[in-house]
């Protein structure tokens, strides 16, 4: 990915992963090496709030290497007593839509360890807010043991379907290496693709 290598400030890292732990224990393993990755370089983990899966993991792998951590829950997810109470701030909205954008405003990078619907669903919200110019801001898929593969693989076939730009398409990261996940968040640069594959409808928007 050709992105520029400028530096751009990173001080909080927005996690999006599972409620539950999944059935491979190199989930967890990764979540731990992220969580304590983010607290040695000094960035805060921004994330959905939980004391349960992999977002308990990551959060409580950033506490114990003396990071910070801000979680953002929805008041029925406290009701829940799914709220982890240790976090360095707990705030609590009053909707998953009000989540998505403070999580948006408190992070300046996003990384999607493995997990369900939830995980894809706040990913993706990210990209499309990109895609659109609402936001600017770094997305990566961090990998472990090619969960995520058959989702890059579809992402491909949405540009060889013409639904998807080929800028857009490679305006993510995804691996495993960490470090380098990392890095590349700080040199990004937002790809200046526009949305729409048709030359007429761009034309009829100008």
């Known amino acids: 990915m050709d992105h520029a290598t400028d530096s751009r400030p990173l001080r909080a890292i927005c996690v999006y992963c599972g409620s539950n732990p999944g059935a491979d224990a190199r989930y967890r393993e990764r979540a731990i090496d992220l969580g304590t990755r983010l607290a040695k370089q000094g960035l805060a983990l921004v994330y959905g709030g939980g004391n349960v899966g992999l977002m308990g993991t990551v959060a409580d792998a950033v506490l114990e290497a ?45 990384v999607a360890l493995p997990g369900g619907f939830g995980t894809l669903d706040e990913m993706f919200e990210m990209l499309t807010w990109r895609q659109l110019g609402i ?60 949305k729409w594959m048709d030359e007429k409808r761009r034309q009829a928007l100008r």
């Open 66 to 110: 003396g990071g910070e951590v801000i979680g953002v829950i929805p008041e029925q997810l406290v009701n829940w007593e799914v709220a982890h109470k240790g976090v360095t701030r707990l705030e609590v909205v009053g909707s998953m839509h009000e989540r998505k954008a403070r999580m948006f405003d408190l992070a300046d990078g996003f």
């Open 135 to 194: 936001g600017d801001k770094p997305c990566a898929f961090l990998d472990v043991g090619g969960f995520y593969a058959p989702l890059m693989a579809m992402l491909d076939r949405m540009v060889a379907e013409r639904f998807l730009h080929p800028d857009q398409r490679q305006d993510l990261w995804y691996g495993e290496d960490i470090g380098a996940m990392l890095a590349w968040m700080r040199a990004y640069r937002p790809a200046q693709a526009d």
